[in-house]
């Protein structure tokens, strides 16, 4: 582990600077994403290559070196365990708290870190008519970090949340499964993982998200689907994930 943060460093460039302007067309970028329709009113949106390599670079050591990160204690069926990944999330004023799994984390001032103002202005930019005032940072520090299936579907964020997701660092697969039918029990007594191994199944999807690329959630995507980061087998660096939403006041 310690060589891949070795190499990971290689790469890194300077820490971003808040009054730089921006070297590139995040609506240009944009333009080169692809939606996915995954039906009923669900819709993906992702861009591969969304940000510049070196501007990512700086932006992924500044987030890895200067947020606050915090690994809670969670209460999931009646057992704590500890969360499986670094997280920190900063809220506008007067917004309310989020809870989840029995954690209310601290809301910290987007004025306490400028240079995610700076990634929040970029994604604005490239998805015209988003509001985000919140923002959900995951730190995964190597290959047994990950993310459970789970959909942000609290009330807090509406009906129809969008939620733009960029990732720095090592690239890591994104799944989304579709939650099973109330009219279609039977799919429930399905294991798991033969319904992982199905191929060109319309109820499975799966993303590389690689560093500085894009995905967006819309539409009914949270009330009828799931999606994860799950561990991996072989050794991988630090990944860093922003997820940007809007929380109704």
């Given amino acids: 582990m310690n060589s891949l943060r070795l190499k990971l460093k290689a790469k890194s ?16 970028s944009a333009k080169k994403g692809k939606s996915f329709d995954l039906g009923h009113g669900s819709e993906v949106f992702h861009v591969p290559r969304f940000l510049p390599a070196d501007r990512s670079w700086a932006w992924f050591d500044y987030i890895n070196k200067h947020i606050p990160w915090s690994r809670p204690t969670l209460r999931i069926f009646g ?25 209310t984390p601290r809301a910290y001032s987007w004025d306490d870190f400028p240079p995610l103002k700076d990634i929040l202005d970029t ?29 942000d579907d609290e009330v807090l964020y509406g009906l129809t949340p969008e939620i733009a997701s960029v990732t720095f660092g090592c690239e890591r697969e994104f799944l ?6 109330k009219m279609s029990p039977a799919s429930n007594d399905e294991p798991k993982s033969k319904r992982l191994r199905k191929s060109h199944d319309p109820d499975q999807h799966s993303f590389v998200l690689k560093h500085g690329s894009l995905l967006v959630m819309r539409g009914y995507t949270q009330r009828d689907w799931l999606h994860s980061v799950p561990k991996r087998a072989k050794p991988m660096s630090i990944r860093i994930n922003l997820t940007f939403r809007r929380v109704l006041p």
């Fill in 13 to 28: 460039g300077p820490e971003p600077s808040t009054s730089k302007p921006f070297e590139f067309d995040p609506c240009e």
């Fill in 123 to 151: 994604v604005h930019k490239a998805l015209p008519g988003s509001r985000f005032n919140s923002l959900v940072l995951n730190r995964y520090d190597g290959n047994n970090d990950y993310v459970s299936w789970h959909s």
């Fill in 176 to 181: 989304l499964r579709k939650k099973p039918s």
């Fill in 79 to 103: 057992r704590h365990l500890v969360q499986p990944r670094d997280s920190c999330y900063i809220a506008a004023d007067g917004l309310p708290a989020i809870s989840y799994n029995g954690h």
